[in-house]
């Protein structure tokens, strides 16, 4: 009896367990649809009561209840306070979407939560004290959204915490003392917020923290030694606050500190010895502090040091001679120091360095010949120091040098041929304020990729040569205060820059000074006395040729007037002919070695032929242009050009020279210029793989076609890259398409259209855009009611580009429905049921994981590009960032 009385109540337990299950499932099924509902969550079968196969969402083992959700990625919105009643849940993340509004209270009710992550949004406000209840919370990201105020002191009892993010919000107030007594602590990242008052003493006292990132804050105070009580930091990351006092000499007991990183602050006292026990350091910057005593030689046993920055501080001494068993180092950084002494032969030893700058010192000696025996040596800076003796003629030996700067020492003798072999050399040659003599050498005149050269306060003399019109790429000079004599060459760099580049030289004359050569010197540069009776010989002769060839086109003029009749109708046609041939205004070729291999008349008579049309633009035809020399050109005929241009030639012409070296490998450079009539012509290169517009929607449909998704990317890549430099250099592009991409035989992107930007650009007064800015697909929803073109207006067009490249659609397509475009599609898969997978070409994304996942990261990015709000799309700086971010990951 008793055996049959509990086996019921076992029975009645276990029907009661099953019903309290169900009754749960029930409920949680019910909040799951209601969740997707409101966030129209793509993928979920709502219709389906199997909520555990649902994508994103993961149940324990045991029962049906939700421990698992992830959402990450999915660029949702909407109110999420619902997913507070998903009791079960222990791990949530919800980053990198558009929710707004405040950060749910109803979230501290579940307090199973092991890991929460809301960061990557718009959660506006405080961090609500009710998350301070979710006692098992291990990790807790909050980071880039727009909250404020302070750190609530309800997440004191976080005791479980290892992960706490923070960073990229406009918080304030000061770093709580309790944050040091989360025993749990590994990360604390509060960086780009506003923080202020001291770091507290007792953080990394009572944890073992391994990253501690609290970089542009308003903190003051010493650096605590509390950090580094636990011997286990990796990553120590301070700069941009108010730091004051020294660096620990405890810091060198964290021997797997990799990255020291306390710049501009204003820490005093030396670098501790300590410091060579960090076996492990890779980069310590510490620049823009007040910094003293000598550079300590325990650098050189950190074996892994790559970089270390030391600008800006009050060091002294020398450069320990040990450096040179860095092998590892890229950068060595120390200007503005009071370091003196010869420049170090031991750190020239480093074969991977990269940079050294150690200009604006007091170093002295000389400059050694062994210089360039590392051989990746690209940024060589001695300026401003005490340097003498002569520049070796090993210098040439630096041939990967981009920039070398020498400018503001005592250094003598001639300019060594040599520095011509550096053709690599771009940025800058400043060779200024030194007592150098002599002539300039002719090799100068090699450094065709050259922008900036300065030579000025020297002793140099003799002709500023012919030869320097090799240097193609130029577009700062300074020859000032010298001994140069004869005429300056006639070189749109020079005639371009200021009379102060020139004046100081006594015996020089030409444009751009005011002091004209006069009949003394020839134009070729070369000075010649010419006599008084030659001059008078010569314009008798003159005269005299001019009265017969008059008399003889009279005679002929007479004769031809008595012949019009009868030769009117036989010659008919060809009178014609000749009649409509265009007459060349004007023109150039901006390249000296292809001017040969340039027919004016060739070029004019192809853009006069359909047939030769190789893609239409907004602003312009472009055509296929074949020369008698072989050459191939790519023209661009504008479309209905502004007469204003026309009637502003010289504006033009400087324009088209200034862009043609604008020096970016994704970016077309014009090559010369034709005006006829009304009509301008640009000469390009010609691009034998045409438009990334044919490249996409038109090769790829061939059946030869192999989908090659890197390709893609590298091309996206690389159009974000031009369109950033413009915007680094202050243009905004007019047209931003895939037809005004075109693809060199590589297939590397080069983004066209430049020059109509500063053409048509109306604050440069060079014309009026009387054309709609963009091609129809591509244009920013703002333009229609601002009509000005924007660098936020260039982002969207290029997320059209990149929309273009995923989904391999055109940017408008009937097959969308009325009025919807490709942006407007992509947009509202959501709403249509679609997952992102679906958007994608499914040649490219299908052919592997790896793809896919790639595809669907660059696709978020693509839909931020596009968001209709012009203030929440990223730069095209960070676009880049984002997407060589995807192919390093």
């Given amino acids: 009896m008793v055996t049959l009385r509990l086996f019921t109540v076992l029975l009645v337990g276990l029907l009661l367990r099953s019903q309290f299950g169900i009754a749960?499932?029930?409920?949680?099924?019910?909040?799951?649809?209601?969740?997707?509902?409101?966030?129209?969550?793509?993928g979920w079968d709502l219709n389906s009561t199997d909520f555990c196969s649902w994508h994103s969402i993961s149940c324990s083992s045991n029962s049906s209840m939700v421990e698992r959700l992830n959402l990450s990625g999915f660029l949702l919105q909407g109110n999420v306070t619902l997913i507070s009643e998903l009791k079960s849940l222990k791990w949530l993340d919800l980053s990198n979407n558009n929710f707004q509004g405040s950060i749910p209270q109803a979230f501290g009710n579940l307090t199973n939560l092991q890991f929460l992550d809301l960061?990557?949004?718009?959660?506006?406000?405080?961090?609500?004290?009710?998350?301070?209840?979710?006692?098992?919370?291990?990790a807790l990201n909050l980071s880039n959204n727009m909250l404020t105020g302070s750190i609530p002191d309800e997440l004191e009892g976080l005791d479980n915490l290892q992960y706490f993010q923070i960073f990229t919000n406009k918080l304030d107030g000061f770093i709580p003392m309790w944050v040091g007594n989360l025993t749990n602590l590994k990360v604390f990242a509060a960086y780009e917020n506003e923080f202020n008052g001291d770091i507290p003493v007792n953080l990394g006292l009572n944890s073992e923290i391994l990253l501690l990132n609290l970089h542009s804050n308003q903190l003051e105070g010493t650096i605590p030694e509390s950090i580094f009580a636990m011997e286990k930091l990796e990553f120590l990351i301070l700069t941009n606050n108010k730091l004051t006092g020294i660096i620990p000499d405890s810091i060198g007991n964290c021997k797997g500190l990799s990255n020291i990183r306390i710049g501009n602050n204003k820490l005093i006292g030396g670098i501790p010895r300590t410091i060579g026990n960090i076996s492990s350091l890779t980069y310590f910057e510490a620049d823009n502090n007040t910094l003293s005593g000598e550079i300590v030689s325990g650098f050189a046993k950190c074996s892994n040091l790559t970089l270390l920055n030391l600008a800006s501080n009050g060091f002294s001494g020398t450069i320990p001679s040990e450096f040179g068993d860095l092998n590892n180092l890229q950068e060595l950084i120390v200007p503005r120091n009071n370091l003196y002494g010869e420049i170090p032969t031991s750190v020239l030893r480093c074969k991977n360095l990269n940079k050294l700058d150690l200009s604006n010192n007091k170093f002295n000696g000389t400059i050694p010949g062994d210089i360039c025996d590392t051989t990746k040596l690209q940024f060589l800076l001695l300026g401003q120091n005490s340097l003498k003796g002569e520049i070796p003629r090993e210098?040439?030996?630096?041939?990967?040098?981009?920039?070398?700067?020498?400018?503001?020492?005592?250094?003598?003798?001639?300019?060594?041929?040599?520095?011509?072999?550096?053709?690599?050399?771009?940025?800058?040659?400043?060779?200024?304020?030194?007592?150098?003599?002599?002539?300039l050498p002719k090799d100068l005149g090699k450094l065709d990729k050259l922008v900036s050269l300065d030579v000025s306060n020297n002793q140099l003399s003799g002709n500023i040569l012919l030869e320097l019109k090799g240097m193609l790429s130029l577009i700062e000079v300074n020859f000032s205060n010298n001994q140069f004599t004869g005429p300056i060459p006639a070189f749109a760099p020079f005639e371009k820059s200021q009379n102060s580049s020139f004046v100081g030289n006594k015996?020089?004359?030409?444009?751009?000074?005011?002091?004209?050569?006069?009949?003394?010197?020839?134009?070729?540069?070369?000075?010649?006395?010419?006599?008084?009776?030659?001059?008078?010989?010569?314009?008798?002769?003159?005269?005299?040729?001019?009265?017969?060839?008059?008399?003889v086109v009279l005679l002929f003029m007479m004769r031809e007037k008595q012949e019009k009749t009868t030769k009117e109708a036989g010659n008919g046609n060809a009178t014609d002919e000749i009649c409509s041939k265009p007459v060349i205004i004007a023109g150039n070729v901006f390249v000296e070695n292809l001017r040969q291999a340039i027919d004016f008349d060739a070029v004019v008579k192809a853009v006069r032929k359909d047939t030769n049309k190789i893609s239409t633009g907004t602003f312009s035809n472009v055509y296929r242009?074949?020369?008698?020399?072989?050459?191939?050109?790519?023209?661009?005929?504008?479309?209905?050009?502004?007469?204003?241009?026309?009637?502003?030639?010289?504006?033009?012409?400087?324009?088209l020279e200034t862009l043609s070296k604008l020096c970016h490998d994704n970016l077309t450079r014009p090559i010369g210029f034709g005006i006829y009539e009304d009509v301008v012509l640009l000469l390009h290169q010609y691009y034998p793989n045409g438009t990334l517009a044919q490249f996409l929607h038109e090769s790829s449909q061939k059946p030869e076609y192999?989908?090659?998704?890197?390709?893609?990317?590298?091309?996206?890549?690389?159009?974000?890259?031009?369109?950033?430099?413009?915007?680094?250099?202050?243009?905004?592009?007019?047209?931003?398409?895939?037809?005004?991409?075109?693809?060199?035989?590589?297939?590397?992107?080069?983004?066209?259209?430049v020059e109509i930007s500063r053409l048509l650009d109306p604050s440069r007064g060079t014309a009026s855009i009387s054309a709609v800015a963009g091609s129809f697909g591509y244009i920013p929803p703002e333009y229609a009611y601002t009509m000005q073109v924007t660098a936020p207006g260039n982002v969207y067009s290029y997320g059209v580009i990149l929309l273009e490249i995923l989904t391999t659609r055109l940017p408008v397509d009937e097959a969308f429905g009325e009025g919807v475009d490709l942006v407007r599609w992509v947009h509202g898969a959501s709403a249509r049921g679609e997952t992102p997978e679906q958007i994608l070409d499914a040649r490219l994304s299908t052919i592997s994981f790896a793809w896919r996942k790639e595809m669907l990261v660059a696709l978020k990015i693509a839909l931020m590009c596009t968001d209709i709000t012009p203030a929440k799309r990223p730069r095209m700086k960070k676009v880049v960032e984002m997407l060589q971010e995807v192919t390093q990951s």
């Avoid at 893609?712 to 159009?719: F, M």
């Fill in 24 to 42: 749960k499932a029930f409920h949680e099924q019910v909040i799951l649809e209601a969740i997707g509902k409101e966030l129209a969550i793509p």
């Fill in 119 to 138: 960061s990557f949004n718009m959660f506006r406000n405080s961090i609500p004290g009710e998350l301070g209840r979710l006692k098992n919370l291990k």
């Fill in 395 to 439: 210098i040439g030996n630096c041939v990967k040098l981009l920039e070398l700067q020498m400018g503001s020492n005592y250094l003598t003798g001639s300019i060594p041929p040599e520095i011509g072999h550096m053709k690599n050399l771009q940025i800058s040659l400043n060779l200024s304020h030194n007592h150098l003599h002599g002539q």
């Fill in 507 to 551: 015996g020089l004359c030409g444009e751009p000074l005011s002091s004209d050569c006069g009949y003394g010197y020839e134009h070729n540069g070369y000075h010649h006395r010419v006599s008084y009776r030659l001059i008078l010989a010569i314009v008798g002769s003159g005269l005299a040729i001019f009265v017969s060839v008059t008399v």
């Fill in 625 to 655: 242009a074949d020369m008698p020399s072989g050459m191939i050109l790519s023209v661009k005929s504008l479309k209905s050009m502004d007469k204003t241009i026309i009637h502003h030639q010289s504006k033009m012409i400087r324009e």
């Fill in 706 to 753: 192999e989908p090659d998704w890197p390709t893609r990317l590298s091309i996206a890549i690389g159009v974000a890259e031009g369109l950033a430099f413009l915007h680094h250099v202050a243009i905004i592009h007019l047209d931003v398409s895939s037809g005004n991409v075109f693809l060199d035989s590589k297939f590397t992107p080069l983004v066209a259209e």
